[in-house]
């Protein structure tokens, strides 16, 4: 253990003084942050906005949130605070919960990544298998993932509980239990989180109720607010909504980290996968209350052409999702990475029937270079197709897959560089797509309201890898 400091050091707010035998402050975590490293290999520096939220965690709050927007250093400061208390909390237990055990283990690997980067495999053990990492010096002290559900987690009394992305949790429980075990060893709290979707998600609840304490206070894009004992504290980045999202300087202030420059800032929000929903909650730190439009419809409307629309007898790559509501959508290349679509959009239950029928006559009058389709509930009318001569390739709708062609047709919209010929129904669909973020990034959500979407996606990202020989121009 560390040498013994004064008696602050382990002191809650409005609580009488007492001794304590080991160190646990402010000034020790950052002298433990010089022994580690971060990725580019430069030593773990604490800035100033995370000593400002650091100070409320040393000087004995219990329950702490943190709102901050997206690569401000949230995962990489709290991996090392859990580190620190592994090492200088007696009989320590620092457990990490979030929405999914997956999502748990993001903080996990940092954690384990930072103990490898610093070479301090001498004081920490890390078991990636067991999501745990214990202390080598023999004292007790243990790191480990909760799994999502909080049944697994009752019972557990933890010193540290770090809870992430509060706002992606479907109920309040697993954050209600680990709150509850805090008080028998005396433990504390931090939760951090980025804005989210809902404020009657358990975050925007939390939130609300901070709000109302008569300490909140809002300077600018900083807002903060702590119970009367100062056992409950809110930091919070964020702008406003009324305020110019493309106004950098003005997203610069919510976003706190010296890394985080103008420059930075304007690359991120000029990206062709960046879109308004994500820029707001994000970069800008705002509460949208709900997914907002992926698309504006002035944009999706400017790209409505006359000339260049796809025509019978040229080659097409078409994308089909079956079950309710089905949609077939052709995409034909065009030249500088460009490309055209047209859908059939179907409402109801269609019978597998009519869609073989409908892609067998498309194949009459179009030069079908592959037909996208998704194993599940097509899986054998593609076999059949197949023996009648057209070429089916299956393109899973995972995560990963949808991610991908999500953001070429974000790409080729942004660049003016898909045309479509203004059908109504389509226009309808695109409007109505909402998107998912996750750690490996974002996505347009599949729905029955959506599959003409998630269709002309997969079929524009077909045809752009092939441009040899590229149709007539757009325009």
């Excluded at 997956?102 to 070479?119: H, K």
């Excluded at 040229?314 to 490309?339: C, F, H, Q, S, Y």
């Excluded at 226009?427 to 109505?432: K, T, Y």
Aim: hydrophobic share 40%; net charge negative.
């Amino acid at each position: 253990m560390s040498a013994l400091v004064n008696e602050t050091s382990h002191q809650a707010p409005g609580k009488k003084l007492r001794s304590v035998r080991f160190e646990y402050s402010l000034a020790g975590f950052e002298r433990f942050c010089q022994l580690l490293n971060t990725e580019d290999g430069s030593v773990l520096e604490v800035e100033p906005f995370q000593r400002r939220v650091l100070r409320d965690h040393f000087a004995g709050a219990v329950e702490e949130v943190v709102i901050l927007p997206k690569k401000n250093g949230k995962s990489t400061l709290f991996s090392a605070l859990a580190l620190y208390h592994l090492e200088n909390w007696p009989e320590s237990e620092v457990d990490i919960g979030a929405s999914s055990r997956d999502q748990a283990t993001i903080l996990f690997n940092q954690a384990a990544a930072m103990v490898a980067r610093s070479r301090l495999e001498d004081r920490f053990d890390v078991k990636g298998g067991y999501r745990h990492i214990r202390l080598r010096s023999g004292a007790t002290g243990k790191m480990r993932v909760l799994a999502a559900d909080a049944k697994t987690a009752d019972g557990v009394i933890p010193t540290l509980a770090l809870v992430d992305e509060l706002h992606r949790h479907p109920s309040g429980e697993l954050y209600g239990v680990l709150r509850d075990g805090l008080d028998g060893r005396d433990g504390r709290m931090v939760t951090m989180s980025t804005a989210g979707l809902s404020e009657e998600s358990p975050l925007g609840l939390l939130r609300e109720k901070a709000q109302k304490l008569p300490s909140f206070r809002r300077r600018g894009a900083y807002s903060t607010a702590r119970s009367p004992d100062g056992s409950f504290v809110l930091h919070e980045w964020s702008l406003e909504s009324g305020d110019n999202f493309e106004d950098l300087r003005l997203v610069k202030k919510a976003n706190p980290a010296s890394w985080q420059t103008v420059e930075k800032l304007r690359r991120r929000l000029e990206s062709p996968s960046m879109t308004p929903g994500r820029w707001a909650r994000f970069a800008c730190g705002v509460w949208t209350g709900g997914e907002e439009p992926w698309l504006e419809a002035a944009k999706w409307d400017r790209l409505r052409i006359d000339i260049g629309r796809v025509e019978p007898g040229e080659r097409v790559w078409v994308a089909i999702l079956a079950g309710t509501n089905p949609a077939v959508v052709m995409a034909a290349p065009r030249a500088d990475d460009a490309v055209a679509v047209a859908a059939s959009i179907y409402e109801g239950a269609v019978p597998l029937e009519r869609l073989e029928a409908e892609l067998l006559r498309l194949a009459e009058s179009y030069d079908i270079a592959e037909v996208a389709f998704d194993r599940v509930g097509f899986q054998r009318s593609a076999e059949l197709l197949e023996e009648q001569g057209l070429t089916m390739v299956e393109i899973p709708h995972s995560p990963e897959r949808l991610s991908i062609v999500s953001m070429t047709l974000h790409r080729l919209i942004e660049a003016g560089k898909l045309g479509h010929d203004g059908d109504s129904a389509l226009r309808g669909q695109v409007l109505a797509g909402q998107t998912k973020e996750t750690e490996r990034g974002w996505r347009l959500i599949i729905s029955n309201e959506t599959k003409a979407l998630i269709a002309m996606a997969v079929a524009a990202h077909q045809a752009t890898q092939v441009l040899d020989d590229p149709g007539p121009q757009l325009y």
